[in-house]
């Protein structure tokens, strides 16, 4: 069964922090993972990875997969209140054309 | 990117009744997509509408419980039925991108709650 597994379920931290999100994953037919952000109801899109060891950068969030591991994180520099939301994975792979198989998320809370 | 409506934003329904929900993009796509977020749990995919063939459900999904229509390219309905407390959820669609990328653009979600 395709599983995708996100730590640390919940951080905590101050504005200017850096903060590391990781995502590990297992899923056959592994086509690419990506990266969105949860404030309300829907996800936002950040990042789509496919390839091992080449950076996506947008501003102060930047990811990286390792496809060798099985793994991605996904960094925040200088944190902001606004950065606060769920941070969600998800691979594309299976046996589902398209499917997204989402990781549980991890709750950001920043705090001024 | 895409630009995708959802209607209705949320509703409180009785136990036993269905409820519609509708999804709208602002381009064609081949793929729509129906997650399901039940609270505190991350999406799960529901089902796949492509237009002009039966949705493909996921394993806990059958069509009596949750029909999907797909009449064109640019909409699709996800239905409710005989809904329980447990149907309380987030419902959301999403496409594909319309590049053919791998990504996938959501709407705003339904919060439905089942009384």
């Known amino acids: 069964e395709d599983k995708v597994v996100q730590s640390p379920l919940s951080l905590v931290v101050h504005e200017g922090d850096t903060v590391t999100l990781n995502c590990s994953y297992e899923?056959?037919?592994?086509?690419?993972l990506l990266w969105y952000k949860q404030e309300k109801k829907a996800p936002t899109f950040l990042f789509m990875l496919?390839?091992?060891?080449i950076e996506k950068k947008s501003g102060r969030l930047s990811s990286i997969l390792d496809k060798k591991e099985l793994f991605s994180i996904l960094n925040i520099t200088a944190t902001q209140t606004g950065d606060s939301a769920v941070y969600l994975c998800?691979?594309?792979?299976?046996?589902?054309?398209?499917?997204?198989?989402f990781g549980q998320g991890t709750i950001l809370t920043v705090h001024p | 990117s895409a630009v995708i409506s959802q209607k209705p934003s949320r509703d409180i329904c009785q136990r036993g009744t269905s409820l519609t929900i509708q999804c709208q993009v602002d381009?064609?796509?081949?793929?729509m997509f129906w997650y399901r977020q039940q609270p505190g749990q991350s999406l799960t995919l529901i089902a796949t509408?492509?237009?002009?063939?039966?949705?493909?459900?996921e394993s806990g999904f059958v069509i009596d419980k949750f029909p999907i229509s797909r009449p064109n390219l640019t909409f699709s309905t996800l239905t409710v039925s005989n809904m329980s407390p447990e149907d309380s959820s987030i419902y959301l669609c999403?496409?594909?991108?319309?590049?053919?990328?791998?990504?996938?653009?959501f709407g705003p979600g339904t919060r439905l709650t089942v009384l």
């Open positions: 999403s496409v594909e991108d319309p590049t053919g990328e791998d990504t996938q653009y």
């Open positions: 899923v056959t037919n592994f086509r690419s």
């Open positions: 381009s064609q796509v081949t793929m």
């Open positions: 496919t390839s091992s060891g």
């Open positions: 509408a492509n237009q002009g063939s039966e949705a493909t459900y």
């Open positions: 998800a691979v594309v792979g299976g046996t589902s054309y398209g499917k997204l198989t």
